[in-house]
């Protein structure tokens, strides 16, 4: 509290308390974004519509303020990359001295860009550690086309076609090599691809094939080996064992989905298959890994190894945009002896990898992973429990602090209910909660907070969300 009280950070509302979004000082801010940026943005989408959503101005730990001083809890992690919570002063620090002694030497190396492929190896999955090589980009978007890139490099012609999924969000790049003529840069590189062969995920929930887990004995599995019996599905000509697919890539559990988790034994199935069809498995791990399921990788729940993993977003705590794609050497090496293969301007940026490098020594000294663990129980603990009180929920699932919950008319029909959805989310804006609504059908909410968040902050969130749904209860 200021001397007067009468400061905008007296004035403005606390998490929990009904205000005005946006407020008068943002509206007045927002003019300048209607006028001069363009459209297209998240922001102009969220919150049911560009009116609704406030002007953000500091952010500390797991809350924000808006311009009109009104404080909001974070349960939407800025797309999971706050792990340690907003202004991770560790993080910044490292960075800021970093930034005082070296900052940039396009592409070159720099005893950050040593220290972060050395530390991430350090924590590279199963029968990965050990034979772990990374390279560097800039967004997710960037390092999912390396990926691609890298996976149809190593293997062998015809094998071009790549396997994804249904509800998969894999980010917004491939234009640029298009219209990248030289021949050098452009051989074998999957830009514009037309022989992507998209497969249900397995959304237990809505089970594509109608069936139920456990009983369903892994059908979707099934019906994935069965495209590789004919000639007829694009994948596999058994008589002539010519193999077309190079890739197989998949978000372990789907986050644009709305937080779809598969039932525990279908990555072994996937990694046979890929196995006996020498087949690239990448595991698109920016939104759900780095610790937020309490395992380094959610694919290690899983029980099985990837053969490369995309990560951004976590990886430098939201503090520097960076990505990184790390696999297994034999594939990694693809372009070993080719230079240029892999250059840009900013990759192995010093800055970017002195926040990555100091971002995974926080989380393992701080015992992060266990601390997500323990939290992300808690956390889907409650919302069970109000599951129990609100017909509306149908679903509750997750690991750890990657959570999501469907909203549904019935749970018998298992009718969506996405007014519902909509309802909630902006609801719980105008209570101080931001949650994010993202899903097949409009109708589920996903919660991954930074990993510091507090049990008495999630306590808010689920009342604030009890509230919520009440209140959509009765419109
Ligand atoms: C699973 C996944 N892959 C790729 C991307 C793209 O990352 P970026 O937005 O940094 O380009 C995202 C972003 O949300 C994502 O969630």
Redesign the pocket.
């Known amino acids: 509290m200021c001397e007067q009280g009468e400061c905008k950070n007296c004035l403005g509302k606390s998490c929990g308390e009904l205000r005005e979004v946006p407020g008068p000082k943002s509206r007045e801010l927002k003019k300048d974004l209607f006028e001069y940026e363009g459209g297209g943005t998240y922001w102009r989408a969220t919150f049911d519509g560009e009116d609704r959503i406030p002007v953000f101005e500091r952010q500390d730990n797991v809350r924000q303020w808006d311009a009109d001083g009104n404080e909001y809890i974070d349960t939407y992690g800025p ?2 990359a706050s792990c340690l919570g907003h202004i991770p002063t560790g993080v910044i620090d490292a960075v800021y001295k970093q930034a005082h002694q070296l900052m940039h030497v396009a592409d070159m190396p720099t005893i950050p860009r040593a220290e972060l492929v050395k530390e991430l190896a350090s924590i590279a999955p199963g029968d990965m550690l050990g034979n772990a090589v990374v390279h560097t980009e800039i ?6 086309e390396l990926a691609l890139q890298i996976a149809e490099y190593s293997t062998p012609s015809p094998q071009h076609a790549i396997i994804s999924y249904y509800g ?5 790049m491939s234009g640029g090599m298009s219209a990248t003529p030289c021949a050098y840069y452009r051989e074998k590189v999957p830009a514009i691809k037309n022989d992507i062969v998209r497969i249900p995920f397995p959304y237990c929930y809505r089970c594509f094939y109608g069936r139920e887990y456990p009983s369903c004995d892994m059908f979707c599995i099934k019906a994935l080996k069965e495209m590789f019996r004919s000639p007829e599905y694009g994948l596999y000509d058994p008589n002539t064992k010519t193999n077309l697919v190079s890739t197989l890539i998949v ?1 372990p559990a789907q ?2 989905g709305g937080g779809v988790y598969a039932p525990k034994e279908y990555f072994q199935g996937i990694r046979e298959i890929c196995d006996e069809y020498g087949i690239v498995f990448i595991a ?5 890994g780095m610790g937020r399921t309490g395992k380094w990788w959610c694919i290690e729940n899983y029980g099985v190894t990837p053969d490369m993993i ?1 990560t ?2 976590a990886l430098s705590a939201g503090v520097w ?1 960076l ?1 990184a794609v790390m696999g297994k050497r034999e594939i990694m090496d693809v372009w070993k002896g080719k230079p240029d293969k892999h250059m840009g301007t900013w990759h192995g940026n010093a800055l970017g990898c002195k926040a990555a490098s100091t971002t995974i020594r926080t989380i393992k000294e701080q015992g992060l992973l266990g601390q997500v663990a323990d939290l992300g129980a808690y956390f889907k603990d409650g919302l069970l429990e109000l599951q129990k009180r609100q017909a509306l929920i149908g679903c509750v699932e997750g690991i750890g602090l990657g959570l999501g919950i469907e909203l549904v008319k019935d749970r018998k029909t298992k009718e969506p209910a996405a007014d519902a959805t909509g309802f909630v989310v902006r609801r719980a804006l105008e209570y101080g909660v931001l949650i994010n609504l993202s899903s097949y059908y409009g109708n589920r909410m996903t919660f991954m907070p930074p990993y510091v968040i507090t049990k008495k902050d999630i306590d808010l969130v689920l009342d604030v969300l009890g509230r919520c749904l009440d209140e959509a209860g009765n419109i």
């Open positions: 797309f999971a967004g997710g978007s960037a390092a999912v998969a969000y894999h980010g917004r978000e986050f644009h698109d791990e920016i939104a759900i995309v951004s977003k945009p990505s």
